[in-house]
């Protein structure tokens, strides 16, 4: 079963290539606002690396957010696209979890903080489990205050990732019992997706392409844009 994961809703932009043997291939790029640019060519890399054609493609994975507007709405095209061209069912994975995943192997809670801008953060909280992660809660937009004062009200010892922490460390630094990861777990990854998304279609916990919907957690803005062409401004 191959499947092809689109990640693109932070300022990074990336894809990459599973089947049951594991990862193929995987392209990242970091460039700032070159979403749609960078999209289409790594798709063609990866498929070039693997050896396969889009044809090949069984399963669209895609990151739905929460993140930037208009990185989410260029891989949320993409991949739509696809889906319906190939007939191939989806599987939507926030982007929280894909930024909580690779640090699963900590004792920790894990809290995973995305830079919202505005001053704002996305934000959830996990606890490693055998095999993975579990979210306790759902996914939130808010102050990096609001959540540094709710990790200092729990007092569990925590492991903040994301590049919110990053943007944000003044705020997470000096609070007890917190460490916050370095650069490496500061993005979701295509990587992360396709893994995760490897273990939801080996449970055929599929998404019809008219059943996915990014997530915005910021709903005047989607309401707002949505409906404008993809390379217009954010």
Known sequence: MLILGIETATSQVGCALA?????????????????????????????????????????VAVDVGPGLFTGLRVGMATALALAHALGAPMVGVSSLDLVAFPARFTSRTIVAVLDARRGEVFHARYRPVPGGIQREGEAAVGRPDEVAAEITARGDETLVVGDGALAHREVFDGIAEVEIADGCF?????????????????????????????????????????????????
């Open 19 to 59: 089947d049951q043997s594991g990862l193929l291939a995987a392209a990242r790029s970091g460039v700032p606002r070159r979403h749609a640019e960078s999209l289409a060519p790594q798709i063609d890399f990866v498929c070039r690396q693997a050896g396969v054609t889009p044809r090949d493609i069984r399963v």
């Open 186 to 234: 500061a993005h979701p990854t295509a990587t992360a997706l396709v893994e995760l998304a490897h273990a939801r279609a080996v449970r055929e916990e599929f998404v019809r392409p008219d059943q996915i919907a990014p997530v915005y957690l910021r709903r005047p803005d989607a309401q707002a844009h949505w409906g404008d062409p993809v390379g217009g401004a954010a």
